[in-house]
Every structure is written in structure tokens, then in C-alpha cells.
């Protein structure tokens, strides 16, 4: 079934958050007339973690480590930090039956030095999905400034919110904005069934796409999810980013299950606890090689095909249950292993033969780095090493055909003709 998309907004009813930050985002107000969301985003992407919790009470601590945060530093020109929860989008073509009565969007406060955030606290804001009745609650407030709210989502779909400094009056008119943060959720957990324009859909890839019996490969995975927020970056990798990884794994399976190279990816006595055919976190940067050795063994032993697959921990337990496969990717994810790979053929790129006046002519060739040789109605007038080669004449008359040959070792030899006629 599909659905006319439904964009539902509050109507006045606020947040009032005092103290935290929303997902990963810091806000700071400079003066009393300006609130800038720091890091200074409008948009954020994550999953649909609070799908599992408690009522949206409580989170995994995994997944509570993953929701992105904002955060106001403290400042005494707010009085009174809110947050408006300003609406909710569900996704394209999804049914809304699909979907709970209300979209809930639930936020955590934390101390603003904390890396991780806690399971249990969570509170909920609410907004009704696609018209149905359902309590409106869009609002909460936060104890002081300077402290992180970390926000996560029941259901997959679009969420508005923004930061109010209320100002000192009981009136709006004095109240202070800052600019719209659009959360992005996706959905992890198929909760809205068989749905899929709302699905989390990492891209895999491997490569190369091709080696040889005893080569290497890389497989890797994009999750697009945002890795920045609020606790910042050590070393140059976000603190989301790292909590992020722990959650996403893969490992590596032939594309016909159990033949012999399937074996070469799952030899326990070879790979331990690290065999390429069970789950392992993704690095930070999202890879995770096959080696071509590996404790003094070459790991590829046979030829075939195979795949670069994801998991998810879906409930935050540390590990990737069969069920919590991914399935949804995009990508190009397999590399296909030969017994040897083909010779590569030595390239010519560029191969010039240019006449001029009075008898002038120019010959350039270009490609594949080796041993050149020009010749000149078969006769050898050149030759040269490196990856381009060039010989110049002032008297020359007629019709003469040059061939250019490349040659290096491990590449089968390349030649390319061209006859030019100088008047």
C-alpha cells in the first residue's frame, strides 16, 4: 500500500530544553539575539535505535553510544533553553498502518566531557503519524546549559527540530531561534515491514574486483550515517563515528556456499576468533581486509567467487546473530579469485606522426612505462626507456609508415602503426 506523504506540525506547543544538546550539535549564543547550532549543521542522518527501548525509557548502551548529540554551552543571556519538536514527515510510500499512532523522537541529557551516553532516562516527545489521534507531547525542560542531549527515533522518517531562547518575557515576541536541525532516520529494523524506500541501505564494495589464488583483497562499507556531533573527535575520528563502527560488521563468504573457497575463508586453525567467514566490527574508515598471508599461511587457496556481506547489531549485544544480516545493500561486493590473473597488455595512448612544410616530421608515442622503440618502414631509426618516446626530422620525403613497440617485463608487448605521407 502506499500513502500520501504527511508532514504533521505542532501547534504551540514547545520544548523547553535548558541545558543539553540535541543529537550531537552544540549551540552557543554569542549575543543575546543569536543561537548558532554548533557543529553548525542543519541536517543529520541516523537509525531508528529507540525502536527497541523501553517505552523509549531505555536504549542498549551500544545504541545509546550511536544516537547523534547536540549542545548549548552555558550562557547567561539564556534564560531558558527549548527545544521544539516541529514535525514529522513519514517516509515516501510507506503505509502509515505500518507505523504507531504517534512518531516518537526520544532525548537523553549527558555531561558535556562524557564520550558515552546513558541506557536508562530517556525521555519521550511525540507527534501523531499521518493524522491519527495520538498524544501530542513536543516539548521537555532541560536543567541547565551546557549539557548534551542526545536524540534518537522509534520510527524511520523526517524530523524538525530547533533551539528557543525564550527570552525574559512570559510574550514570544523576544524569543530567540536558531536554525532548523532536520534529522534524517532511517530505518534499521523493518518496522515499517515491506516498505523499502525508508530502508538503511549501506554500500559494499570490494576490491579489486579480481585476484590471484594467495592475493588480497579490501571489503568496505559506506553506512552514510552522520559521524560528527557534540563530544567532537579524537585523533581526527568522531566519537559517533567510532560508536557507529562497533555496531556495523563484515565478513566475507563465497557466492556457493561451501565449496573450497568458502573453507579457505572460514579455516578456524588458520584465523581463530578472526576468520574472514564471521562478523568482525568495521574499522573506523569502514574496511576489513583478506590478507594474503595470515599467521604464515596464504589465505586464498582456491579459485571462485566472493562476497563482501554486512551485519548489524541490531539489539546492542556486542555480537551479529544470523538474523541481524543485512540483506539491503548496494554495491558492487564480490571479487572473483584466478588461478593467475592474465598478462596485462602494455598500453599506447598517444602515437603521433605529424608532417609540415619542407619535408618536417614529428613522431611522439606514449603509454605504458617500458623499452620504446620507433621504427620507420620496419627499420629501427629509435629507441628509448620510460613511458614516452619522440624523434624529430627535417628531411624526410614520401610516404613512410611508423610503428611504435613497447616492452616491459610481466606485460605482453604492444605496437601500433600509422603511415604519413610528407610532400
Known sequence: MTSTRTKVIAGGAVAALAAGALAAAQLSSS????????????????????????????????????????????????RGLRLDYLSYTEPEDVDPSALPGYARLTYRQVSSNSATVPSSGWRPLDLPVAG???????????RANGRNVCL???????????????????????DVKSQIVTITVQD???????????????????????????????????????????????????I???ATAKLIGLRFASVDPGDALDKDLNRASVFGADKLGI??????????????????????RHTGKFAALAGFDANGNGSFASGEQLTRTTGANTTRVLSSLPTPQAKITVFTAKSAAKGAIYVHVQGTKGNWTIYRNGQRIISGYGSYLSW????????????ARVTKTGYTPAEQSLTVTVK
Not at 132 to 138: I, L, M
Not at 392 to 403: E, L, N
Open 31 to 78: 549575543a543575546a539575539d543569536t543561537i548558532t547550532v554548533t557543529p553548525n549543521v542543519t541536517s543529520m542522518t541516523t537509525l531508528n535505535y529507540a525502536r527497541i527501548s523501553n517505552g523509549g525509557n531505555t536504549l542498549p548502551q551500544r545504541l545509546a553510544n550511536a544516537t547523534p548529540c547536540l549542545r548549548v554551552p552555558a550562557s547567561r543571556k539564556i
Open 132 to 142: 491519527t489521534p495520538a498524544p501530542v507531547n513536543t516539548g521537555s525542560v532541560l
Open 152 to 174: 534518537s527515533a522509534t520510527v524511520p522518517g523526517v524530523f524538525r527540530v530547533q533551539f528557543v531562547n525564550p527570552g525574559e518575557s512570559a510574550g514570544t515576541d523576544d
Open 188 to 238: 534499521a529494523y523493518q518496522a515499517t515491514r515491506s516498505a523499502l524506500s525508508d530502508d538503511w541501505k549501506p554500500r559494499l564494495t570490494t576490491d579489486p574486483g579480481q585476484i590471484a589464488v594467495g592475493g588480497s583483497a579490501t571489503g568496505k562499507l559506506a553506512h552514510g550515517l552522520t559521524q560528527v556531533d557534540a563530544r567532537g573527535s579524537s585523533s581526527g575520528v568522531g
Open 240 to 242: 559517533l563515528q567510532t
Open 279 to 300: 562478523f568482525k566490527p568495521i574499522t573506523v574508515t569502514g574496511t576489513r581486509d583478506v590478507p594474503a598471508v595470515h599467521r604464515g599461511y596464504k589465505v586464498i
Open 392 to 403: 624529430a626530422k627535417k628531411t624526410v620525403r614520401g610516404t613512410a609508415t611508423f610503428t
